[in-house]
Protein backbone atom coordinates (compact mmCIF):
# COMPACT_ATOMS: atom_id res chain seq x y z
CA UNK A 1 0.00 0.00 0.00
CA UNK A 2 1.29 3.27 -0.99
CA UNK A 3 2.61 5.33 2.06
CA UNK A 4 0.21 8.23 1.80
CA UNK A 5 -2.80 6.08 2.15
CA UNK A 6 -4.89 6.11 5.20
CA UNK A 7 -8.47 4.83 5.58
CA UNK A 8 -11.70 7.43 5.81
CA UNK A 9 -13.09 7.72 9.10
CA UNK A 10 -15.01 10.22 11.11
CA UNK A 11 -12.05 11.23 13.17
CA UNK A 12 -9.72 11.98 9.92
CA UNK A 13 -12.27 13.38 8.17
CA UNK A 14 -13.68 16.06 10.70
CA UNK A 15 -9.59 17.26 11.65
CA UNK A 16 -8.73 17.23 7.91
CA UNK A 17 -10.88 19.36 6.13
CA UNK A 18 -9.24 18.86 2.37
CA UNK A 19 -9.65 15.84 1.02
CA UNK A 20 -7.01 15.27 -1.24
CA UNK A 21 -6.37 12.33 -3.92
CA UNK A 22 -3.36 11.08 -1.56
CA UNK A 23 -5.76 10.34 1.34
CA UNK A 24 -6.53 7.69 -0.95
CA UNK A 25 -3.37 6.38 -2.72
CA UNK A 26 -3.36 2.43 -4.46
CA UNK A 27 -1.78 -0.30 -4.02
CA UNK A 28 0.37 -2.32 -6.46
CA UNK A 29 -1.07 -5.71 -8.62
CA UNK A 30 -0.67 -8.84 -6.16
CA UNK A 31 -0.64 -11.12 -8.94
CA UNK A 32 0.05 -14.65 -7.43
CA UNK A 33 -3.31 -16.53 -6.78
CA UNK A 34 -1.25 -18.99 -4.58
CA UNK A 35 -2.10 -22.82 -5.28
CA UNK A 36 -4.90 -24.04 -6.20
CA UNK A 37 -7.33 -25.86 -4.06
CA UNK A 38 -8.77 -28.98 -4.99
CA UNK A 39 -11.82 -28.30 -2.86
CA UNK A 40 -13.98 -25.47 -1.33
CA UNK A 41 -12.55 -24.55 1.65
CA UNK A 42 -16.51 -23.90 3.75
CA UNK A 43 -17.98 -26.76 3.13
CA UNK A 44 -17.77 -29.94 4.64
CA UNK A 45 -18.43 -33.45 3.33
CA UNK A 46 -20.50 -34.00 0.14
CA UNK A 47 -19.60 -33.67 -3.85
CA UNK A 48 -18.63 -30.36 -5.44
CA UNK A 49 -18.14 -29.52 -8.95
CA UNK A 50 -14.44 -27.71 -9.72
CA UNK A 51 -15.08 -25.10 -12.70
CA UNK A 52 -11.20 -25.62 -13.18
CA UNK A 53 -11.79 -29.31 -14.25
CA UNK A 54 -14.64 -28.14 -16.84
CA UNK A 55 -12.71 -25.72 -18.68
CA UNK A 56 -12.73 -22.62 -16.77
CA UNK A 57 -9.02 -21.24 -16.61
CA UNK A 58 -9.09 -18.45 -13.90
CA UNK A 59 -6.34 -16.35 -16.20
CA UNK A 60 -7.39 -12.78 -15.93
CA UNK A 61 -7.62 -12.55 -20.05
CA UNK A 62 -9.74 -15.91 -20.90
CA UNK A 63 -13.32 -14.98 -21.10
CA UNK A 64 -14.70 -17.95 -18.40
CA UNK A 65 -18.39 -17.41 -18.62
CA UNK A 66 -19.86 -20.16 -20.84
CA UNK A 67 -17.33 -22.57 -18.72
CA UNK A 68 -18.53 -21.74 -15.19
CA UNK A 69 -21.94 -21.50 -16.41
CA UNK A 70 -21.47 -24.94 -17.99
CA UNK A 71 -19.67 -26.22 -14.15
CA UNK A 72 -22.76 -24.36 -12.72
CA UNK A 73 -25.45 -26.43 -14.82
CA UNK A 74 -23.43 -29.59 -13.51
CA UNK A 75 -23.55 -28.52 -9.68
CA UNK A 76 -27.65 -29.59 -10.19
CA UNK A 77 -26.26 -33.28 -9.94
CA UNK A 78 -23.13 -33.48 -9.39
CA UNK A 79 -22.94 -30.80 -6.45
CA UNK A 80 -24.49 -29.04 -5.09
CA UNK A 81 -21.16 -26.77 -4.44
CA UNK A 82 -19.96 -25.08 -7.96
CA UNK A 83 -15.96 -24.42 -6.75
CA UNK A 84 -13.82 -21.81 -8.42
CA UNK A 85 -10.23 -22.26 -7.09
CA UNK A 86 -8.24 -19.13 -6.88
CA UNK A 87 -7.73 -17.19 -10.11
CA UNK A 88 -9.10 -14.06 -12.27
CA UNK A 89 -12.06 -15.37 -13.61
CA UNK A 90 -12.76 -13.06 -16.71
CA UNK A 91 -16.93 -12.95 -17.26
CA UNK A 92 -18.01 -10.84 -20.61
CA UNK A 93 -21.21 -12.59 -19.44
CA UNK A 94 -23.68 -13.06 -17.13
CA UNK A 95 -24.34 -15.93 -14.51
CA UNK A 96 -27.17 -17.68 -13.55
CA UNK A 97 -26.66 -20.06 -10.53
CA UNK A 98 -29.27 -22.68 -10.58
CA UNK A 99 -31.91 -23.57 -7.36
CA UNK A 100 -29.92 -24.96 -4.47
CA UNK A 101 -26.49 -24.70 -6.07
CA UNK A 102 -24.01 -22.74 -4.17
CA UNK A 103 -21.49 -20.99 -6.29
CA UNK A 104 -18.04 -21.34 -3.80
CA UNK A 105 -14.85 -19.35 -3.93
CA UNK A 106 -11.48 -19.92 -2.37
CA UNK A 107 -11.46 -17.87 0.62
CA UNK A 108 -12.21 -19.13 3.85
CA UNK A 109 -13.60 -16.01 5.44
CA UNK A 110 -14.69 -12.45 3.87
CA UNK A 111 -11.75 -11.68 0.74
CA UNK A 112 -10.34 -8.58 0.97
CA UNK A 113 -9.24 -6.42 -1.83
CA UNK A 114 -5.96 -5.20 -0.42
CA UNK A 115 -5.18 -9.21 -0.57
CA UNK A 116 -6.72 -10.52 -3.49
CA UNK A 117 -5.20 -13.89 -3.23
CA UNK A 118 -8.55 -16.30 -3.56
CA UNK A 119 -10.72 -16.12 -6.19
CA UNK A 120 -11.44 -12.99 -8.77
CA UNK A 121 -14.43 -12.33 -10.65
CA UNK A 122 -13.57 -9.80 -13.14
CA UNK A 123 -16.48 -8.07 -14.65
CA UNK A 124 -16.58 -7.11 -18.48
CA UNK A 125 -20.15 -7.79 -19.78
CA UNK A 126 -23.24 -5.34 -18.92
CA UNK A 127 -20.96 -2.10 -19.54
CA UNK A 128 -23.43 0.78 -19.93
CA UNK A 129 -26.56 -1.11 -19.89
CA UNK A 130 -27.65 -0.47 -16.49
CA UNK A 131 -30.73 -1.99 -16.85
CA UNK A 132 -29.46 -5.42 -18.31
CA UNK A 133 -28.92 -8.71 -17.35
CA UNK A 134 -26.92 -8.81 -13.79
CA UNK A 135 -23.68 -10.67 -13.68
CA UNK A 136 -24.66 -13.25 -11.00
CA UNK A 137 -28.58 -14.46 -10.67
CA UNK A 138 -29.27 -16.04 -7.65
CA UNK A 139 -32.81 -18.86 -8.71
CA UNK A 140 -34.18 -20.43 -5.22
CA UNK A 141 -32.20 -21.54 -2.72
CA UNK A 142 -28.93 -20.89 -4.30
CA UNK A 143 -25.84 -19.16 -2.92
CA UNK A 144 -22.90 -16.95 -3.74
CA UNK A 145 -20.18 -16.73 -1.24
CA UNK A 146 -16.10 -16.58 -0.45
CA UNK A 147 -14.97 -14.26 -3.92
CA UNK A 148 -14.48 -10.56 -4.72
CA UNK A 149 -16.10 -8.93 -7.55
CA UNK A 150 -13.77 -5.91 -9.58
CA UNK A 151 -14.81 -4.36 -12.39
CA UNK A 152 -11.74 -3.41 -14.24
CA UNK A 153 -13.49 -1.01 -16.60
CA UNK A 154 -14.90 1.59 -14.12
CA UNK A 155 -13.61 4.63 -14.07
CA UNK A 156 -14.13 8.21 -11.89
CA UNK A 157 -15.62 11.28 -12.26
CA UNK A 158 -16.82 9.70 -15.57
CA UNK A 159 -18.80 6.88 -13.87
CA UNK A 160 -20.02 3.63 -16.17
CA UNK A 161 -23.20 2.65 -15.43
CA UNK A 162 -23.38 -1.40 -15.22
CA UNK A 163 -26.24 -3.97 -14.50
CA UNK A 164 -26.66 -5.20 -10.60
CA UNK A 165 -23.75 -7.03 -9.69
CA UNK A 166 -26.09 -10.04 -7.93
CA UNK A 167 -29.79 -10.37 -7.72
CA UNK A 168 -31.85 -12.85 -5.88
CA UNK A 169 -35.02 -14.46 -7.60
CA UNK A 170 -37.09 -16.66 -5.19
CA UNK A 171 -36.69 -17.88 -1.53
CA UNK A 172 -33.81 -17.91 0.54
CA UNK A 173 -31.17 -16.90 -1.49
CA UNK A 174 -27.89 -16.24 0.26
CA UNK A 175 -25.09 -13.51 -0.92
CA UNK A 176 -22.46 -14.30 1.94
CA UNK A 177 -18.83 -13.76 2.61
CA UNK A 178 -17.83 -11.37 -0.23
CA UNK A 179 -16.08 -8.10 -1.42
CA UNK A 180 -17.23 -5.80 -4.36
CA UNK A 181 -15.14 -3.17 -4.99
CA UNK A 182 -16.58 -0.96 -7.47
CA UNK A 183 -19.91 -1.69 -8.39
CA UNK A 184 -22.34 0.53 -9.94
CA UNK A 185 -26.06 -1.13 -8.09
CA UNK A 186 -24.89 -4.27 -5.68
CA UNK A 187 -27.16 -6.22 -4.40
CA UNK A 188 -30.59 -6.39 -5.59
CA UNK A 189 -33.00 -8.10 -3.68
CA UNK A 190 -35.76 -5.94 -5.09
CA UNK A 191 -36.55 -6.39 -8.92
CA UNK A 192 -37.73 -10.06 -8.41
CA UNK A 193 -40.11 -11.31 -6.12
CA UNK A 194 -38.28 -13.20 -3.17
CA UNK A 195 -38.63 -14.34 0.80
CA UNK A 196 -36.41 -14.97 3.67
CA UNK A 197 -33.17 -13.29 1.59
CA UNK A 198 -29.98 -13.60 3.38
CA UNK A 199 -27.13 -10.93 2.95
CA UNK A 200 -24.52 -11.30 5.06
CA UNK A 201 -20.70 -9.97 5.39
CA UNK A 202 -20.67 -8.02 2.25
CA UNK A 203 -18.29 -5.28 1.98
CA UNK A 204 -18.42 -2.54 -1.10
CA UNK A 205 -17.71 0.86 -2.52
CA UNK A 206 -21.25 1.14 -4.20
CA UNK A 207 -21.41 3.92 -6.92
CA UNK A 208 -25.42 4.29 -7.43
CA UNK A 209 -26.88 2.33 -5.20
CA UNK A 210 -25.70 -0.37 -2.23
CA UNK A 211 -28.68 -2.52 -1.53
CA UNK A 212 -32.00 -2.78 -3.33
CA UNK A 213 -35.15 -4.61 -1.13
CA UNK A 214 -38.25 -4.84 -2.63
CA UNK A 215 -41.39 -7.72 -3.50
CA UNK A 216 -40.44 -9.69 0.18
CA UNK A 217 -43.08 -11.20 1.42
CA UNK A 218 -41.57 -12.57 4.21
CA UNK A 219 -38.78 -11.60 6.42
CA UNK A 220 -35.68 -11.15 4.72
CA UNK A 221 -31.93 -10.34 6.89
CA UNK A 222 -29.15 -7.68 5.80
CA UNK A 223 -26.02 -8.41 8.72
CA UNK A 224 -23.08 -6.99 8.76
CA UNK A 225 -22.86 -5.16 5.34
CA UNK A 226 -20.39 -2.31 4.97
CA UNK A 227 -20.18 0.50 2.29
CA UNK A 228 -17.06 2.67 2.42
CA UNK A 229 -14.67 3.72 -0.49
CA UNK A 230 -11.62 2.07 0.79
CA UNK A 231 -12.92 -1.55 -0.92
CA UNK A 232 -11.70 0.50 -4.14
CA UNK A 233 -9.19 3.64 -3.08
CA UNK A 234 -6.79 0.73 -1.55
CA UNK A 235 -7.33 -2.07 -3.90
CA UNK A 236 -4.31 -4.43 -4.98
CA UNK A 237 -5.96 -5.32 -8.38
CA UNK A 238 -5.36 -4.09 -11.60
CA UNK A 239 -6.10 -1.26 -13.04
CA UNK A 240 -5.80 0.52 -9.70
CA UNK A 241 -8.06 3.42 -8.44
CA UNK A 242 -8.37 5.94 -10.98
CA UNK A 243 -7.92 9.10 -8.44
CA UNK A 244 -10.39 11.70 -8.16
CA UNK A 245 -12.62 13.27 -5.74
CA UNK A 246 -14.74 9.67 -4.40
CA UNK A 247 -16.05 11.09 -1.87
CA UNK A 248 -17.99 14.38 -3.61
CA UNK A 249 -19.40 12.26 -6.51
CA UNK A 250 -20.69 9.59 -3.63
CA UNK A 251 -22.47 12.33 -2.07
CA UNK A 252 -23.92 13.18 -5.09
CA UNK A 253 -25.40 9.81 -6.53
CA UNK A 254 -24.90 7.28 -3.64
CA UNK A 255 -28.09 5.21 -2.15
CA UNK A 256 -27.18 3.17 0.43
CA UNK A 257 -29.73 1.10 1.42
CA UNK A 258 -32.91 1.69 -0.69
CA UNK A 259 -35.97 -0.22 0.87
CA UNK A 260 -39.42 -0.52 -1.07
CA UNK A 261 -42.06 -3.47 -0.11
CA UNK A 262 -40.49 -5.89 2.30
CA UNK A 263 -42.49 -7.55 5.37
CA UNK A 264 -40.32 -7.06 7.92
CA UNK A 265 -36.67 -6.74 6.98
CA UNK A 266 -34.51 -7.08 9.97
CA UNK A 267 -30.64 -4.95 9.07
CA UNK A 268 -28.06 -5.06 11.90
CA UNK A 269 -24.17 -4.26 11.92
CA UNK A 270 -24.33 -2.56 8.67
CA UNK A 271 -23.26 1.13 8.07
CA UNK A 272 -22.25 3.35 5.08
CA UNK A 273 -20.11 6.30 4.47
CA UNK A 274 -20.45 9.21 2.21
CA UNK A 275 -23.88 8.53 0.75
CA UNK A 276 -26.39 11.11 -0.55
CA UNK A 277 -28.91 9.12 1.02
CA UNK A 278 -28.14 6.26 3.58
CA UNK A 279 -31.66 4.54 3.80
CA UNK A 280 -34.38 5.45 2.23
CA UNK A 281 -37.57 4.08 2.28
CA UNK A 282 -40.20 4.51 -0.15
CA UNK A 283 -43.00 2.91 -2.42
CA UNK A 284 -40.82 1.73 -5.65
CA UNK A 285 -43.74 0.35 -7.53
CA UNK A 286 -45.28 -2.52 -5.18
CA UNK A 287 -46.02 -0.65 -2.40
CA UNK A 288 -44.32 0.19 1.13
CA UNK A 289 -42.32 -1.98 3.73
CA UNK A 290 -41.07 -1.52 7.16
CA UNK A 291 -37.72 -2.57 9.00
CA UNK A 292 -36.21 -2.92 12.32
CA UNK A 293 -32.58 -1.40 11.80
CA UNK A 294 -30.11 -2.23 14.73
CA UNK A 295 -26.30 -0.99 15.46
CA UNK A 296 -25.80 0.56 12.37
CA UNK A 297 -25.22 4.11 10.91
CA UNK A 298 -24.87 6.27 7.91
CA UNK A 299 -21.75 8.59 8.39
CA UNK A 300 -20.81 12.33 7.11
CA UNK A 301 -23.68 12.67 3.93
CA UNK A 302 -26.34 15.22 3.19
CA UNK A 303 -28.88 12.13 4.55
CA UNK A 304 -28.76 9.60 6.55
CA UNK A 305 -32.16 8.60 6.46
CA UNK A 306 -35.08 9.42 4.46
CA UNK A 307 -38.19 8.19 5.06
CA UNK A 308 -40.85 8.87 2.31
CA UNK A 309 -43.08 6.34 2.79
CA UNK A 310 -43.42 3.12 5.15
CA UNK A 311 -46.08 0.40 6.29
CA UNK A 312 -49.06 1.83 8.11
CA UNK A 313 -49.07 -0.40 10.71
CA UNK A 314 -45.01 -1.14 11.63
CA UNK A 315 -42.71 1.82 9.81
CA UNK A 316 -39.36 2.19 10.15
CA UNK A 317 -37.64 1.44 13.88
CA UNK A 318 -34.11 2.41 14.45
CA UNK A 319 -32.02 0.87 17.65
CA UNK A 320 -28.23 1.49 19.24
CA UNK A 321 -27.74 3.80 15.70
CA UNK A 322 -25.38 6.39 15.08
CA UNK A 323 -26.11 8.84 12.07
CA UNK A 324 -24.01 12.17 11.12
CA UNK A 325 -26.49 14.16 9.34
CA UNK A 326 -29.90 14.75 9.03
CA UNK A 327 -33.27 12.70 9.23
CA UNK A 328 -35.95 13.60 7.08
CA UNK A 329 -39.56 12.55 7.11
CA UNK A 330 -41.89 13.18 4.56
CA UNK A 331 -45.13 13.81 4.01
CA UNK A 332 -46.28 10.89 2.75
CA UNK A 333 -44.88 8.94 5.21
CA UNK A 334 -48.01 6.88 7.16
CA UNK A 335 -45.89 4.74 8.79
CA UNK A 336 -44.40 5.36 12.66
CA UNK A 337 -40.68 6.09 12.74
CA UNK A 338 -38.75 5.28 15.81
CA UNK A 339 -35.29 5.91 16.89
CA UNK A 340 -34.09 4.16 20.27
CA UNK A 341 -30.84 5.05 22.06
CA UNK A 342 -29.09 6.80 18.77
CA UNK A 343 -26.69 9.37 18.38
CA UNK A 344 -26.80 12.36 16.11
CA UNK A 345 -23.92 14.79 15.10
CA UNK A 346 -23.69 16.86 12.28
CA UNK A 347 -21.31 17.92 9.60
CA UNK A 348 -20.71 21.48 8.15
CA UNK A 349 -23.75 21.36 6.26
CA UNK A 350 -25.86 20.35 9.23
CA UNK A 351 -28.78 22.41 9.63
CA UNK A 352 -31.71 20.39 11.80
CA UNK A 353 -30.52 16.93 12.76
CA UNK A 354 -34.39 15.80 12.41
CA UNK A 355 -37.15 17.32 9.75
CA UNK A 356 -40.53 15.76 10.34
CA UNK A 357 -43.30 16.55 7.97
CA UNK A 358 -44.64 12.57 7.94
CA UNK A 359 -48.79 11.45 8.67
CA UNK A 360 -47.65 9.77 11.60
CA UNK A 361 -45.58 9.75 14.29
CA UNK A 362 -42.18 10.17 15.01
CA UNK A 363 -40.33 8.86 18.29
CA UNK A 364 -37.05 9.64 20.01
CA UNK A 365 -36.10 7.94 23.27
CA UNK A 366 -32.16 8.00 24.97
CA UNK A 367 -31.10 9.61 21.86
CA UNK A 368 -28.32 12.39 22.12
CA UNK A 369 -27.60 15.44 19.42
CA UNK A 370 -25.24 17.09 18.91
CA UNK A 371 -23.52 19.66 15.88
CA UNK A 372 -26.40 20.83 14.58
CA UNK A 373 -27.02 24.47 13.14
CA UNK A 374 -23.35 24.53 11.91
CA UNK A 375 -23.77 27.82 10.80
CA UNK A 376 -25.16 29.37 13.39
CA UNK A 377 -28.42 30.85 11.84
CA UNK A 378 -30.77 29.83 14.79
CA UNK A 379 -31.72 26.32 12.95
CA UNK A 380 -32.97 23.90 15.27
CA UNK A 381 -31.86 20.24 16.37
CA UNK A 382 -35.59 18.93 15.64
CA UNK A 383 -38.16 20.86 13.52
CA UNK A 384 -41.79 19.29 13.12
CA UNK A 385 -44.46 19.51 11.64
CA UNK A 386 -45.52 16.44 11.06
CA UNK A 387 -48.60 14.77 13.24
CA UNK A 388 -47.20 13.61 16.41
CA UNK A 389 -43.76 13.52 18.21
CA UNK A 390 -42.55 12.37 21.25
CA UNK A 391 -39.23 12.87 22.36
CA UNK A 392 -38.25 11.19 25.78
CA UNK A 393 -35.02 11.05 27.73
CA UNK A 394 -33.07 12.41 25.09
CA UNK A 395 -29.86 15.06 25.46
CA UNK A 396 -29.31 18.17 23.62
CA UNK A 397 -25.52 18.77 24.04
CA UNK A 398 -24.51 21.70 22.27
CA UNK A 399 -24.99 25.18 24.26
CA UNK A 400 -27.48 27.84 23.70
CA UNK A 401 -28.91 26.46 20.95
CA UNK A 402 -32.34 25.84 20.26
CA UNK A 403 -33.88 21.98 20.64
CA UNK A 404 -37.15 21.83 19.24
CA UNK A 405 -39.41 23.91 16.92
CA UNK A 406 -42.85 22.78 16.76
CA UNK A 407 -44.37 24.00 13.55
CA UNK A 408 -47.68 24.89 12.18
CA UNK A 409 -49.41 21.20 11.04
CA UNK A 410 -48.60 19.09 14.09
CA UNK A 411 -51.02 17.78 16.12
CA UNK A 412 -50.05 17.14 19.03
CA UNK A 413 -46.68 16.45 20.61
CA UNK A 414 -44.44 15.14 24.09
CA UNK A 415 -41.35 16.59 25.04
CA UNK A 416 -40.57 14.85 28.73
CA UNK A 417 -37.56 14.16 30.83
CA UNK A 418 -34.53 15.70 28.03
CA UNK A 419 -31.50 17.32 29.17
CA UNK A 420 -31.60 20.82 27.20
CA UNK A 421 -28.57 23.44 27.19
CA UNK A 422 -30.39 26.89 27.66
CA UNK A 423 -33.22 28.57 27.90
CA UNK A 424 -35.88 28.74 25.41
CA UNK A 425 -34.58 25.70 23.47
CA UNK A 426 -38.21 24.45 23.03
CA UNK A 427 -40.85 26.64 20.84
CA UNK A 428 -44.45 25.43 20.01
CA UNK A 429 -45.89 27.11 17.00
CA UNK A 430 -48.32 23.97 16.43
CA UNK A 431 -51.56 25.51 18.40
CA UNK A 432 -51.74 21.14 18.81
CA UNK A 433 -52.22 19.63 21.74
CA UNK A 434 -48.37 19.88 23.40
CA UNK A 435 -47.22 18.64 26.18
CA UNK A 436 -44.11 19.85 28.23
CA UNK A 437 -42.64 18.40 31.34
CA UNK A 438 -39.73 17.44 33.76
CA UNK A 439 -36.99 18.40 31.16
CA UNK A 440 -33.74 20.27 32.50
CA UNK A 441 -31.66 23.28 31.18
CA UNK A 442 -28.05 21.91 32.83
Not at 328 to 336: A, H, L, S, T
Request: glycine share 12%.
Amino acid sequence: MNSNTRPWSRRSFVENTAITLGLFGSAAFAGSCGAEQSSPPNTTTGNHVNARQLGAKGDGSTDDTKAIQAALENARTNGPVCYLPPGFYRLDGALTVPAGVTMCGASGGVPHSEHPIGTVLLAYGGKGQPEGEPLITLKPNAVVRNLIVHYPEQTLPEVVAYPWSIRADGELCQILDLTLTNPYQAIDVGTKWNELHLVRNVFACPLKVGVYVDQCTDIGRIENVHFNPNFWTRMALKPAFPGGDIKAYLEKNLVGFKIGKTDWEFISNSFVIFPKIGFHFDDFGHGPGNAVITQSGSDICPVAVRVDKTQAHAGAQFVNGQFMSTVEIGPQNRGPVKFSNCGFWGTELTREQVRHEGGSSLVLTACHFTGWDHAGKGAPCIRASGRHVIVNGCEFMDEGKRAIILEKGGKGATVLGCTLRGTDAIADQSGGDVKIGLNTNA
